[in-house]
């Protein structure tokens, strides 16, 4: 089991920026490839960000892209993402997910391990 617990999310007005964390613990956090969504309401969950075990992969959802940065500090098992240039379509529950290394994609499905979501609001 892996448990993960994400912090950070607030209210920011648009252009602003945040940046969330995710804290993992219980298995070895560099097993994982680690990822964000998001899910405003009424809306699917969204895929956000990824980043490989060591972190020498990333990749992005097109919304998010040269907006947003994900990275990992293996030795503080913590996976970030910095949101920079936020909008107000940016406002969602955030979520953090862990899913085993040799898989590579962007389904929610192929994540084992979800935190409980931190709000993101961006609005004047």
């Known amino acids: 089991q892996v448990q993960l617990v994400e912090s950070g999310g607030g209210l920011v007005q648009p252009g602003g920026s945040l940046r969330l964390s995710c804290a993992a613990s219980?298995?070895?956090?560099?097993?994982?490839?680690m990822a964000w969504f998001r899910q405003a309401p009424g809306k699917e969950r969204e895929f956000v960000a990824r980043?490989?075990?060591?972190?020498?992969?990333?990749y992005y959802g097109d919304s998010v892209k040269g907006r947003f940065t994900i990275s990992r500090d293996n030795a503080k098992n913590t996976v970030y993402l910095q949101m920079n240039s936020l909008k107000p379509e940016d406002t969602a529950v955030y979520y953090c997910?862990?899913?085993?290394?040799?898989?590579w994609g962007t389904g929610p499905a192929l994540y084992d391990y979800w935190g409980q979501g931190t709000q993101v609001t961006v609005s004047s």
């Open positions: 997910a862990a899913g085993d290394r040799t898989r």
């Open positions: 219980g298995r070895t956090f560099s097993n994982y490839a």
């Open positions: 980043i490989s075990w060591n972190g020498g992969s990333t």
